[in-house]
């Protein structure tokens, strides 16, 4: 049983413009969420997180959204850049998990110049 | 410099044949854990050690094992591989059960097994 899942496999977006990435979960026990993304042959880096506390979580050009009610968060990437062309992951848990993490399947966001 | 190494970064292997992927981290982080990333699966873990000589399994256990005795080193252990073990691998650490939960992955093991 997936909890995370992030519906799009893929994702192509102009320079410039604005990237929507979503991640629905399943478990509402859940109250800790993070982005990674993950270039070609390097691991998964952390880009930002939300506590279930916030409905919104900005740092620079990432935004995160979360929506408790609909078990819903998104990313945000405005502008997008060709250095954004990567694979995003949305994970979550829980406080009481000692940092389990539980990933999403990912989406490959591609930027176009 | 922080970070999280994975020894070898590519393998390829005969089924059956015992193998080691090593783990280490210098950020001296208690929690540390193995994923397996395959195409539309996701990250899925394998194993987790909250601390030294304390391991537990994670989502996809079967056919791994695991150690910590050193809170630095978290090697994964396959005793007889399958082919159904080709996948790209991942370390990583983190403090755990306190904030922040991010968690900082090594650069990946990518394994073949024929």
């Known amino acids: 049983d997936q909890q995370v899942k992030q519906n799009s496999p893929s994702l192509s977006v102009q320079e410039g413009r604005i990237s929507i990435l979503n991640c629905d979960y399943t478990?509402?026990?859940?109250?800790?969420f993070l982005w990674y993304k993950k270039y070609p042959a390097e691991g998964p880096t952390f880009l930002i997180s939300i506590s279930s506390i916030k409905d919104k979580n900005e740092d620079g050009r990432f935004t995160v959204f979360l929506n408790k009610s609909a078990k819903h968060l998104s990313l945000h990437i405005v502008p997008s850049q060709p250095g954004d062309s990567a694979v995003y992951f949305c994970a979550a848990t829980t406080y009481n998990q000692g940092g389990k993490l539980i990933f999403g399947q990912g989406t490959e966001l591609s930027v176009k110049p | 410099e922080a970070q999280v190494t994975q020894n070898p970064r590519y393998l390829i292997t005969v089924t059956g044949k015992k193998l080691t992927v090593t783990c280490s981290q210098n950020m001296n982080h208690e929690y540390m854990s193995w994923y397996r990333q395959d195409p539309g699966l996701g990250l899925r873990q394998i194993y987790y050690s909250m601390n030294v000589e304390v391991t537990d399994k994670g989502d996809v256990p079967e056919g791994y094992k695991v150690s910590r005795k050193e809170k630095r080193n978290f090697p994964l252990i396959l005793e007889s591989p399958s082919p159904n073990q080709t996948s790209l691998y991942f370390c990583?650490?983190?403090?755990?059960?306190?904030?922040?939960?991010?968690?900082?992955f090594g650069p990946g093991t990518r394994l073949t097994v024929t």
């Open positions: 990583a650490s983190s403090w755990g059960q306190t904030l922040p939960y991010e968690q900082y």
């Open positions: 478990n509402s026990m859940f109250d800790y």
